[in-house]
Nanobody, 125 residues
């Protein structure tokens, strides 16, 4: 059974930083890309960042480019999201997600079968 467990959310002031982590179990982590998505109240879930299975390729939503960094540690089955220069509009529940297919890296949430429980990020102005 594949499980994704997130940690690291919380409250930050605008301009501050938070680091999210997601530990994956139940599959060979190093064969899969990983993604981060978020959902704000009253809005649809949106793509934030994705990292390839090797960690060599990353892609970001325009809204977070230059402020967020996705990384992974295949030895620890962990994917991280470092969030700097936070803005109030970053407030959302953040989810890590694992795709169905091996070696896949995509921004399409429909390609992800496994999701974490979500962690709340709140940025105050």
């Amino acid at each position: 059974q594949v499980q994704l467990v997130e940690s690291g959310g919380g409250l930050a002031q605008a301009g501050g930083s938070l680091r999210l982590s997601c530990v994956v179990s139940g599959r060979t982590f190093s064969r899969y890309g990983m993604g981060w998505f978020r959902q704000a109240p009253g809005k649809e879930r949106e793509f934030v960042a994705v990292i390839s299975w090797s960690g060599g390729t990353t892609y970001y939503a325009d809204s977070v480019k230059g402020r967020f960094t996705i990384s992974r540690d295949n030895a620890k089955n962990t994917v991280n999201l470092q969030m700097n220069s936070l803005k109030p509009e970053d407030t959302a529940v953040y989810y890590c997600a694992a795709p169905t297919s091996t070696y896949s890296s995509t921004t399409n949430p429909d390609a992800y079968d496994y999701w974490g429980q979500g962690t709340q990020v709140t940025v105050s102005s």
